[in-house]
């Protein structure tokens, strides 16, 4: 499982070496003997899932590409072997063409991101310290807010099954409603004001304003809930979307000066109009976004077993690749702003919309996911500069590692 690894000064290989560390510290002989546990375990894992990966996309997969299903099966495992790569990556990043297999060992991957080196980088809590508020939306909004840092305002606020913050009616216009703490959309609805007091969400259902907040209530029994407007796209953007708003995710991180770079961008798209999200996790579309200019490259979804590309939107049939966003440096300028307002954070991954207006923060993300990242630029960024400086925080604040 340790060959064909990159070079141990190289980004990505720092990367690896730094996780491997935190996971299995040297002079644990339990973590010692769980490491050469799994190590010894670890082609018989891979087959398993390999084999769950191909029976779940293998034959559609064969019919698209014509590479058969044995070859695809014996892929997944030898780059498990050889590179650690989770077999269900042998789709998302296309590593069934020779040049991506070649730069398999530069991917990062989401257990290493996700559960260890951004945990490594967390700012820790103690009694007289709590850090800026990402995880929780209201809280960020609030925060956002007391730092003069455009944002979504929230209109209202319900918890319990009663509104907790905000006016006694919901405002006469679109509304998006989504959980206080949640991620990938999940729970999130979008309201469009009609005629006579009614709204309609985008799956047809149509009810008056007290029927739609005794929805809220109903839903913020389970979690709380915050009430938001329902924003439009930049004119420039409008025939991207099939009625949600579209977002840019952008990962900064602190760079080697102190200062806040921004490293990599996605743009995201809903591709149905039934979506009431633009999540690339949730059924979206995205496009890689060249981070100097912010020119668009062509979209794609999460990549399972079609691995389609599209030129135009799917949806909207409207240009996608080369297609430029507006305002980029004016977007650039509010995530490098909004970082050194949340300081406590290395790395954070930021969602902002493109208004007519100028751009707004939507959300804020601790643990950004790296999927769409690589995904959207059909490489590994592990020896780009968001490897670079992920190693360098790591190293930084782990020097013992």
Same mark, same amino acid.
């Given at each position: 499982?340790?060959?064909?690894?990159?070079?141990?000064?190289?980004?990505?290989?720092?990367?690896?070496?730094?996780?491997?560390?935190?996971?299995?510290?040297?002079?644990?002989?339990?973590?010692?003997?769980?490491?050469?546990? $799994?190590?010894?375990?670890?082609?018989?894992?891979?087959?398993?899932?390999?084999?769950?990966?191909?029976?779940?996309?293998?034959?559609?997969?064969?019919?698209?590409?014509?590479?058969?299903?044995?070859?695809?099966?014996?892929?997944?495992?030898? $780059?498990?072997?050889?590179?650690?790569?989770?077999?269900?990556?042998?789709?998302?990043?296309?590593?069934?063409?020779? =040049?991506?297999?070649?730069?398999?060992?530069?991917?990062?991957?989401?257990?290493?991101?996700? =559960?260890?080196?951004?945990?490594?980088?967390?700012?820790?809590?103690?009694?007289?310290?709590?850090?800026?508020?990402?995880?929780?939306?209201?809280?960020?909004?609030?925060?956002?807010?007391?730092?003069?840092?455009?944002?979504?305002?929230?209109?209202?606020?319900?918890?319990?099954?009663?509104?907790?913050?905000?006016?006694?009616?919901?405002?006469?216009?679109?509304?998006?409603?989504?959980?206080?703490?949640?991620?990938?959309?999940?729970?999130?609805?979008?309201?469009?004001?009609?005629?006579?007091?009614?709204?309609?969400?985008?799956?047809?259902? =149509?009810?008056?304003?007290?029927?739609?907040?005794?929805?809220?209530?109903?839903?913020?029994?389970?979690?709380?809930?915050?009430?938001?407007?329902?924003?439009?796209?930049?004119?420039?953007?409008?025939?991207?979307?099939?009625?949600?708003?579209?977002?840019?995710?952008?990962?900064?991180?602190?760079?080697?000066?102190?200062?806040?770079?921004?490293?990599?961008?996605?743009?995201?798209?809903?591709?149905?109009?039934?979506?009431?999200?633009?999540?690339?996790?949730?059924?979206?579309?995205?496009?890689?976004?060249?981070?100097?200019?912010?020119?668009?490259?062509?979209?794609?979804?999460?990549?399972?077993?079609?691995?389609?590309?599209?030129?135009?939107?799917?949806?909207?049939?409207?240009?996608?690749?080369?297609?430029?966003?507006?305002?980029?440096?004016?977007?650039? =300028?509010?995530?490098?702003?909004?970082?050194?307002?949340?300081?406590?954070?290395? $790395?954070?991954?930021?969602?902002?919309?493109?208004?007519?207006?100028?751009?707004?923060?939507?959300?804020?993300?601790?643990?950004?996911?790296?999927?769409?990242?690589?995904?959207?630029?059909?490489?590994?960024?592990?020896?780009?500069?968001?490897?670079?400086?992920?190693?360098?925080?790591?190293?930084?604040?782990?020097?013992? $590692?």
């Amino acid at each position: 499982m340790g060959r064909h690894l990159p070079p141990a000064d190289a980004p990505a290989g720092r990367v690896h070496r730094l996780c491997n560390q935190a996971l299995w510290p040297a002079g644990d002989f339990i973590a010692g003997g769980r490491n050469l546990v $799994l190590i010894a375990l670890w082609p018989f894992i891979a087959a398993v899932r390999g084999w769950k990966q191909l029976r779940l996309r293998g034959a559609t997969f064969h019919r698209l590409t014509g590479i058969s299903q044995r070859r695809q099966f014996a892929d997944m495992v030898r $780059l498990a072997v050889h590179h650690r790569v989770p077999p269900i990556y042998y789709y998302r990043y296309e590593l069934h063409r020779p =040049e991506q297999q070649k730069r398999a060992a530069d991917y990062l991957w989401r257990y290493q991101t996700k =559960e260890i080196a951004y945990r490594l980088l967390y700012p820790t809590e103690t009694d007289t310290f709590v850090p800026a508020p990402l995880k929780d939306k209201l809280g960020l909004a609030r925060y956002c807010e007391m730092h003069g840092l455009r944002h979504v305002p929230t209109l209202a606020v319900f918890e319990d099954g009663r509104r907790v913050d905000g006016g006694e009616r919901l405002p006469p216009d679109d509304l998006f409603l989504k959980p206080v703490v949640g991620k990938g959309g999940g729970g999130a609805e979008r309201w469009h004001r009609i005629n006579h007091g009614r709204y309609r969400n985008t799956k047809g259902q =149509e009810v008056d304003g007290t029927a739609l907040v005794a929805r809220i209530e109903e839903l913020s029994r389970k979690e709380p809930y915050l009430v938001q407007p329902a924003l439009t796209n930049h004119a420039a953007l409008s025939n991207l979307s099939a009625g949600a708003l579209c977002t840019a995710r952008i990962v900064t991180l602190r760079s080697e000066t102190g200062w806040y770079e921004a490293t990599n961008a996605a743009f995201r798209m809903p591709s149905s109009a039934t979506s009431a999200v633009d999540n690339f996790h949730a059924g979206g579309v995205a496009s890689a976004v060249d981070i100097r200019t912010g020119a668009l490259g062509p979209a794609s979804d999460l990549g399972t077993e079609r691995s389609r590309w599209h030129e135009q939107h799917p949806f909207t049939h409207a240009p996608v690749a080369g297609r430029q966003l507006p305002m980029w440096r004016e977007v650039i =300028e509010l995530v490098q702003n909004a970082h050194r307002a949340f300081n406590d954070y290395v $790395l954070i991954g930021w969602d902002v919309a493109f208004l007519d207006d100028g751009p707004a923060l939507v959300e804020g993300n601790r643990g950004p996911d790296i999927d769409i990242l690589q995904r959207t630029s059909r490489g590994p960024i592990g020896n780009d500069r968001f490897g670079e400086l992920l190693a360098y925080n790591l190293e930084r604040r782990w020097p013992l $590692l």
